[in-house]
C-alpha cells in the first residue's frame, strides 16, 4: 500500500522551540510562541493542503482549541485536506459523536478522520472528571466504537454494556463512506481495542525494528479477530538541504531547555499510566551523545515533551530513507510535526514528498500542490 503522509495541527499554540522560555529574566530577543488563532491555522493547513498531506491531526486536550470547531473553520479555507480528529470515548456520547461526525463528513465533502485517545495523563484525566484507570479507559473505548461502527448502517443500535447503555439510537443520516478511524496506544489493551474495532492502530515513533515489531503485534491481534488492520505512525522532523543544517537547528532545540525542564518533564513522565509515554521517555537512554538512537532517529523531544518523543533529522534525501524504513517496517501511515509547523510543513513539503513519489511510495499526487496534481 502506498504511504499516506499527514501532518499536525497545532491548536494548542506553536514556536521555534522545544519548550517556552523561563519567565523572568532578560526581556526576549525575539517572539518565541504563537497565537492558535484561526489565521495562522489556517495557514499551517493551507501549506498542508497546497503541499499535498493527507490531514492534519487536530489533537484534544485542556491546552488545544476545541478540535471540531477548528476542523469545521479551517475546512472552508482549505480545498482536499482532511481533518483526523482527536476525541476521548467518556467525555460525550458515541451516538452525539456520530451526528457530529456524520454532519461535518458531509458539509466537508468527505474530509473527517477521527483519532481515538483514550488518555494518558492522569492529571489532565481528572480535570475531565474521568477517574477510570488504564485498562477501563481501553474497555470503554471499544464499546464506544462497538456503538459508533453500528450507527454507520443508519439502524436502530441497542447496547447494555459496562460504560455505555443505549435504547434505539440512530443516526438519521449516515454517510455514504463512513470517515477512518484511528486509534493509538503501545499497551495490549489498545492494540486489543484497535484490532476489533478500529481501521488504522497507531504508535509513537521508536526505532524501526522496535516500532515494527509493536505494529506486528497489532496486526496478529486484528488477524485472530478476522480482521485486516492498517498500521502507522506520528514522529517529528527535522528536514534541511544538508545533514548539518538540520542537526544544528536540533542542537539548537536541545539548547534551549534547562535542566529544571528536564527533571520536571521527567517527574511527571513517572507518573504516567500509558506504555507509549514511558516508552518515549526510556527512547533516548539508548542513544549516543547527540540522542541518536537510530541513524536520523533522534530522541532530543523526548526530554521534555509529553507524547511522541522522536525526531527524524537529516538532508531531505536522509529523511526521505528514513521514511521508506519505516514505511518497510509497517507504517502505512505517518503524522509528522515540526517547530514552527507551517516552516517545516515547507521544509518537508518541498524536500521530502518529491522524493518519496519519485520512489513510488506515496501516491501519484500525493506532496504536489493541487493545481500541477490536476495537469
Not at 147 to 154: E, F, H, M
Not at 319 to 334: K, S
Not at 350 to 369: I, K, N, Q, S
Request: glycine share 10%.
Amino acid at each position: 500500500m502506498p504511504l499516506e503522509l499527514h501532518w499536525f495541527l497545532p491548536s494548542h499554540g506553536d514556536g521555534r522551540d522545544l519548550a517556552e522560555p523561563a519567565r523572568g529574566g532578560a526581556r526576549p530577543a525575539r517572539i518565541t510562541r504563537r497565537a492558535p488563532d484561526v489565521g495562522y491555522l489556517a495557514q499551517v493547513a493551507q501549506a498542508a493542503d497546497r503541499l499535498g498531506f493527507a490531514s492534519v491531526l487536530t489533537p484534544a486536550g485542556l491546552f488545544c482549541e476545541d478540535p471540531w470547531i477548528v476542523a469545521s473553520a479551517l475546512a472552508a479555507q482549505t480545498e482536499r485536506l482532511k481533518f483526523m480528529i482527536a476525541l476521548r470515548p467518556g467525555l460525550v456520547s458515541p451516538t452525539l459523536v456520530a451526528q457530529m461526525a456524520a454532519t461535518l463528513h458531509r458539509v466537508t465533502g468527505g474530509r473527517v478522520l477521527l483519532n481515538i485517545v483514550a488518555g494518558s495523563d492522569p492529571d489532565e484525566q481528572h480535570r475531565y472528571g474521568d477517574w477510570l484507570d488504564h485498562d477501563d479507559r481501553y474497555a470503554r473505548a471499544e464499546e464506544f466504537l462497538a456503538i459508533l461502527n453500528q450507527l454507520w448502517s443508519g439502524r436502530p443500535v441497542d447496547h447494555t454494556g459496562a460504560h455505555y447503555r443505549v435504547r434505539g439510537a440512530l443516526l438519521a443520516r449516515p454517510p455514504e463512506a463512513p470517515p477512518t478511524v484511528f486509534l493509538g496506544g503501545s499497551s495490549p489493551a489498545a492494540r486489543q481495542a484497535a484490532a476489533r474495532h478500529a481501521d488504522v492502530y497507531l504508535a509513537w515513533g521508536e526505532t524501526p525494528a522496535l516500532l515494527g515489531e509493536l505494529l506486528n503485534r497489532a496486526r496478529d491481534r486484528a488477524a485472530e479477530e478476522g480482521r485486516t488492520l492498517r498500521t502507522g505512525s506520528r514522529l517529528h522532523v527535522i528536514s534541511r538541504d544538508t545533514a548539518r543544517e538540520a542537526w544544528a537547528e536540533a542542537e539548537r532545540l536541545l539548547a534551549g531547555v534547562d535542566q529544571a525542564r528536564i527533571d520536571a518533564a521527567r517527574k511527571r513522565f513517572s507518573r504516567t499510566e500509558s506504555e507509549g509515554q514511558r516508552r518515549a521517555a526510556a527512547l533516548h537512554a539508548g542513544g549516543n551523545a547527540r540522542m541518536e538512537v537510530h541513524p536520523n532517529v533522534w530522541a532530543g523531544y523526548s526530554l521534555v515533551r509529553p507524547g511522541a518523543g522522536a525526531a527524524l533529522v537529516g538532508s531531505h534525501e536522509e529523511v526521505a530513507e528514513r521514511i521508506a524504513e519505516y514505511h518497510a517496517a509497517g507504517v502505512d501511515h505517518l503524522i509528522l510535526s515540526g517547530q514552527p509547523h507551517l516552516e517545516e510543513a515547507y521544509w518537508v513539503g518541498e524536500g521530502v514528498l518529491p522524493l518519496l513519489r519519485h520512489d513510488g511510495l506515496l501516491a501519484a499526487d500525493a506532496g504536489r500542490a493541487p493545481e500541477l496534481a490536476a495537469r
